[in-house]
């Protein structure tokens, strides 16, 4: 009887094979195992989606603000127009900034301007100002058009010597990252942009290029190629200079540019931010808008506008804002440049939007 077994077992080897091979206790171990790779996955995933929602978020209640209305295109660059049409404009009256500009994103038309600080011949869309932080936007653009493939994988570790110099040094805003912290470069962007930190944008220059000489002759080349004819720029945190300088039509133009790159967009439209676990901030660092906190408030604002992106300005020279928003289909900027108050600036962007804006 045993020896017909044997033969047996031996004429259907699959069958025996089948029985070792799914026994409970193999089972059991298969399905630990699975589990255990399945835990390894998420938790390696769940970063990056957590990232991806802190960034869909802000284009989640855009959209919801919006309604029915048609957003901006973000990504065609081909639709980039010069943004000029210089015999048809309004000038704006009882403004309060040096020099105001809105235009029309979508027909690429400046609809009106306006500037305490117009001289002699000079258009008023073409007022020299100091755009301080606005600066941080060509900043963005010339970091993001000159990324490396492995871009998303570089860190930067701050060092508290050179936090100390943008403070007591330079007498710059800083973001919030402490010394011996290492931050993405993603972060980065977010930390230059929401908060305007002079820490951030300092570790994305030494992060992607060999020098600051280096940055500063890309970031007036990239200025050129996107038409800004009338700035040059010695540093890239904005701070006043004798020799930077830049006007409402090129800043309004800066940030049409901006928008039709989606990784800029994307740090220009969002409210809030918060950064991935670093040392010394366990829960990560949390960022929000300045530019849309500053224009959340503004008494007045028409309830037809929604709020798209922007970044906000200010050193010695005064208070500045460039913004988008949208109003009745159209995609509308608006730049108030050197104010004497947050106020007068945030004023000057409602009565803007309320005023002229279609």
């Known amino acids: ?107 690429c038309k400046i609809i009106a301007a306006a500037g305490t600080a117009a001289t002699g011949s000079t258009p008023l869309y073409q007022t020299r100002i100091r755009p301080a932080s606005m600066t941080k936007v060509l900043t963005l653009v010339t970091i993001v058009e000159n990324l490396p493939a492995d871009w998303k994988s570089r860190t930067y570790t701050f060092d508290v010597d050179k936090l100390q110099y943008l403070v007591t040094g330079l007498n710059a805003s800083l973001a919030g990252f402490l010394s011996g912290e290492t931050a993405s470069a993603e972060d980065l962007m977010y930390g230059a942009i929401l908060p305007s930190g002079a820490d951030a944008v300092e570790g994305l220059v030494e992060t992607f290029f060999p020098s600051e000489e280096d940055f500063m002759a890309k970031m007036n080349e990239t200025a050129q190629k996107i038409g800004m004819t009338n700035s040059h720029f010695t540093n890239p945190y904005g701070l006043d200079d004798p020799d930077l300088y830049s006007t409402p039509e090129d800043i309004a133009r800066l940030l049409q540019y901006a928008m039709h790159n989606s990784t800029c967009e994307e740090v220009l439209t969002a409210r809030t931010y918060t950064t991935q676990v670093m040392s010394r901030h366990s829960e990560g660092l949390s ?23 922007g970044k906000t300005g200010y050193t010695e020279s005064g208070y500045s804002i460039v913004v988008m928003y949208l109003k009745n289909g159209h995609h509308y900027i608006c730049v108030a440049a050197n104010a004497k108050t947050d106020q007068d600036r945030n004023a000057d962007v409602r009565d803007m939007l309320m005023n002229y804006a279609k």
Do not use: C, H, W
């Not at 929000?288 to 959340?296: F, N, Q």
């Open 287 to 309: 960022f929000t808008s300045g530019a849309y906190a500053a224009m959340s408030g503004t008494d007045g604002m028409p309830g037809n506008v929604t709020y798209i992106g």
């Open 1 to 107: 009887m045993e020896r017909e077994k044997r033969r047996a077992e031996r004429r259907t080897p699959g069958r025996r094979n089948l029985s070792r091979r799914f026994s409970p206790n193999r089972m059991v171990a298969v399905f630990v195992a699975a589990v255990i790779t399945a835990v390894v996955i998420v938790a390696g995933a769940y970063p990056v989606m957590a990232r991806a929602g802190r960034v869909s978020a802000a284009k989640s209640q855009i959209r919801e603000a919006a309604g029915e209305q048609e957003l901006y295109d973000s990504v065609s660059v081909i639709r980039m127009k010069q943004a000029v049409e210089a015999d048809d404009y309004s000038a704006m009256t009882g403004m309060r900034s040096a020099a105001d500009i809105l235009i029309d994103a979508d027909a």
